[in-house]
């Protein structure tokens, strides 16, 4: 499924399922009738503002398709108050006064509270109403380091870094950390990163930086040295260091973590040479699988080999069950064009679920000479379990952490292929591709779509937001509000943000 049609697929199936349909649900009961809300679809999209629209109706508040006359309350997203003037004119209302021009986190501060709340702090540009258009058009709001907030969740951060420079230095110090299990200053050095990510400008002097959360003393003395030198001895150290290079080979390795590289430097092992050349370790299975492969796992999964395997798998998953939706997740689901593997959630939207169909996925595979390796985790998930407050936990949705062959595209042909291509019987003809599938009930499948698309340090945050800014703890499967006791049932992302009174976070705004 692509990541814009999935929405929209979703709705479809809850129709299946005889809920009500968006454009339908008139029936809903009218608890707050001195106030009519009118959501504008610009830079918004159909399928979140129906989404949006559903929602506000199904907790008691009027929400008009059009723009009539009754409407009292207009939300926007992403628009600067202009350019809903700009729109508002473009439809022919001339008084604009007679409307709340409000901003998408009064919309959710309502959902949250399940009643409308003063609406006073959030007008859009306020300040703005009687200034006249041609002046403030090219007006471009200006950055406030102190409103950013320290929760990436908070933040919307895409591909396009502007300070690379920084990020990857905090990248190494990060990894060197993790290495050493100092999980503190790894985490400081990883959330200093999301930050710069997220800044709409480079970093040139220390003073660009000031009011930003995240930046403690140690993150501010590799920057200024980058400011000063174009470059940090810290992380420079940190490349040539033996111990680093070798836990950096080490956990190249499928299957290798920091623990096992541990063990193997104790050793007195240094390269991955010397790990093959020693016969006395005992291997795993996935150990094994990830030297056998390695040269083709160490280089990147691309975009057209993701799309690829997606083809593989939603053929093979619809062959046992044609109704599974199939989403990738992981990196690609963010926009990235590479990643180290290839990450997919398959949940059945009918009222049966089948707990074999990854087993009969892999063993269609297996007999298809396709699949290179296999760990089947299966679930352990207890109905009514709280969700997990360790932010780094694995979930325990049934899984299968797996390797897959690839047959390469023909010379004469730019597609990939399912099976061999026999005029090159000799040539390796194939790559080794990583895949994670993961299958969750149709009722968690919102929180496991959120979790798994990441970034790592989206979903930390995330989860922080909800224990220290809701008394909620959120994790793959649920929501629960430790306050009312209850668990937060979602359909889709957009819920879950509703139900954390968070602005919705578009996948490729997540490469925290
Ligand atoms: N994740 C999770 N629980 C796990 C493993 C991963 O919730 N046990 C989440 C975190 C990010 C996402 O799933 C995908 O994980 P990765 O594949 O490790 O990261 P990625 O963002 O897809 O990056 P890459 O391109 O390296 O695959
Ligand atoms: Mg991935």
């Known amino acids: 499924m692509d990541r814009i049609r999935a929405p929209a697929v979703f709705f479809q199936r809850k129709k299946q399922k005889g809920m009500n349909s968006p454009s339908l649900s008139c029936n809903y009961e009218v608890k707050f009738k001195t106030i009519v809300i009118f959501i504008m679809q610009r830079k918004m999209g159909m399928t ?46 001339s008084d604009s006064s007679r409307f709340e021009v409000l901003d998408i986190s009064w919309f959710t501060a309502c959902m949250e509270a399940g009643r409308p709340v003063d609406s006073e702090t959030y007008h859009l540009m306020e300040q703005d109403r009687s200034a006249p258009l041609n002046t403030l058009e090219s007006e471009v709001p200006s950055f406030i380091a102190s409103n950013v907030s320290q929760y990436s969740c908070q933040r919307k951060t895409t591909l396009n870094n502007l300070n690379k420079k920084f ?74 260091d033996e111990r680093y290079k070798s836990f950096k080979q080490f956990t190249s390795v499928f299957g290798v973590g920091v623990k096992t590289s541990e063990k193997w430097y104790r050793m007195g092992l240094r390269t991955l040479e010397e790990i093959k050349a020693d016969k006395t370790l005992k291997l795993s299975k996935m150990q094994k699988a990830g030297f056998l492969y390695y040269e083709d796992l160490v280089s990147c999964v691309s975009k057209a080999e993701a799309d690829a395997v997606t083809l593989l798998v939603k053929n093979t998953v619809c062959t046992f069950l044609p109704d599974a939706l199939v989403t990738i997740t992981g990196g690609f689901r963010r926009g990235k064009t590479i990643g180290h593997d290839i990450d997919f959630l398959i949940t059945n939207p009918g009222p049966r679920e089948d707990d074999e169909l990854l087993h009969k996925v892999v063993d269609l595979w297996k007999k298809q000479g396709l699949l290179l390796y296999c760990d089947m985790i ?61 299958i969750t009930p149709f009722e968690q499948y919102a929180y496991a779509l959120l ?55 578009e996948p490729w705004e997540r490469n925290a």
Request: aromatic residues 12%; negative net charge; proline residues 2%.
């Open 451 to 505: 979790g798994w698309t990441g970034s790592r340090q989206f979903g930390r945050d995330l989860r922080r937001y909800a224990t220290h800014e809701k008394k909620m703890i959120l994790d793959n499967h649920a929501l629960y509000d430790r306050r009312k006791r209850i668990f937060l049932k979602a359909g889709s992302e957009e819920e879950i943000f509703a139900h954390l009174g968070l602005d919705y976070v």
């Open 378 to 438: 299966e679930s352990t998930f207890v109905k009514e379990q709280l969700p997990s407050r360790r932010v780094d936990a694995m979930d325990n949705f049934q899984k299968c952490f797996a390797i897959l062959k690839l047959y390469q595209p023909r010379e004469d042909d730019s597609s990939y292929n399912t099976s061999k291509n026999f005029d090159f019987a000799e040539v390796k003809d194939w790559k080794a591709i990583r895949v994670d599938l993961v």
């Open 167 to 240: 990020t990857d230095a905090f990248e190494i110090m990060a990894e060197n950390y993790e290495f050493k299990e100092n999980e503190i200053f790894c985490l400081e050095f990883l959330r200093a990163a999301s930050v710069l990510k997220f800044l709409p400008f480079p970093v040139t002097r220390m003073k660009d930086i000031q009011g930003l959360p995240c930046m403690g003393d140690r993150v501010r003395d590799v920057i200024e040295e980058i400011i000063e030198e174009g470059e940090s001895s810290r992380a420079k150290e940190v490349l040539n």
């Open 48 to 93: 979140r503002r129906t989404f949006l629209m559903e929602l506000a109706r199904r907790k008691g508040f009027r929400v008009e398709n059009e723009l009539s006359d009754s409407v009292t309350h207009i939300v926007a997203e992403n628009n600067s108050y202009l350019e809903v003037l700009d729109w508002l004119r473009g439809q022919a209302v």
